[in-house]
């Protein structure tokens, strides 16, 4: 003998008919974390961040002017 029976409910109603808990909120609040955190990393990206977190550490004005006079070939 064989018994079929078809339920037609929605996601929300399967997990409260079979008693599963509601990790919605705690799924939501995960999200926004990582979404904050992607943002965040992309703003690091941004070219006006770049130069930023570059000039600390690039050399000073007179040693870019040397540089490109170098580069153009107009050594002292």
């Keep these: 003998m064989k018994v079929t ?16 808990p509601n990790w919605k909120p705690m ?9 904050d955190r992607v943002q965040a990393y992309f703003k690091k990206l941004d070219p006006k961040e770049l130069v930023k977190t570059w000039l600390p550490v690039a050399p ?9 006079s170098k580069w153009r070939g107009e050594e002292k």
């Design 5 to 20: 029976i078809n339920v037609e409910c929605t996601p929300e109603e399967a997990r409260v008919l079979l008693g599963l």
């Design 27 to 35: 799924q939501d609040r995960m999200m926004k974390g990582a979404e």
């Design 60 to 68: 000073g004005t007179e040693q870019w002017q040397s540089l490109f």
